[in-house]
């Protein structure tokens, strides 16, 4: 299991990269890496409007 809320897609593993792709081909999506520190401020809530569902 991955924890994707502290772990930076950068320092991820390649065992951990292909846990991701595989669960993207059983979903059918696509998933989108967000560093949400970067924008942080933009809007009230500290997230992109872009970002859905983000905590």
């Known amino acids: 299991m991955i ?3 502290k772990t930076k897609f950068a320092n991820l593993e390649p065992e ?3 846990e991701i792709k595989n669960l993207e081909e059983k ?3 696509t ?3 967000y560093d949400l520190s970067e924008i942080e401020g933009q ?3 500290g997230y ?4 859905i ?3």
């Not at 992109?48 to 970002?51: C, I, K, L, Q």
């Open 3 to 5: 924890d994707l809320v």
């Open 16 to 18: 951990q990269l292909s």
């Open 43 to 45: 809007t009230q809530q």
């Open 27 to 29: 979903l059918d999506v």
């Open 48 to 51: 992109n409007s872009d970002v």
């Open 31 to 33: 998933l989108i890496a």
């Open 53 to 55: 569902n983000p905590l």
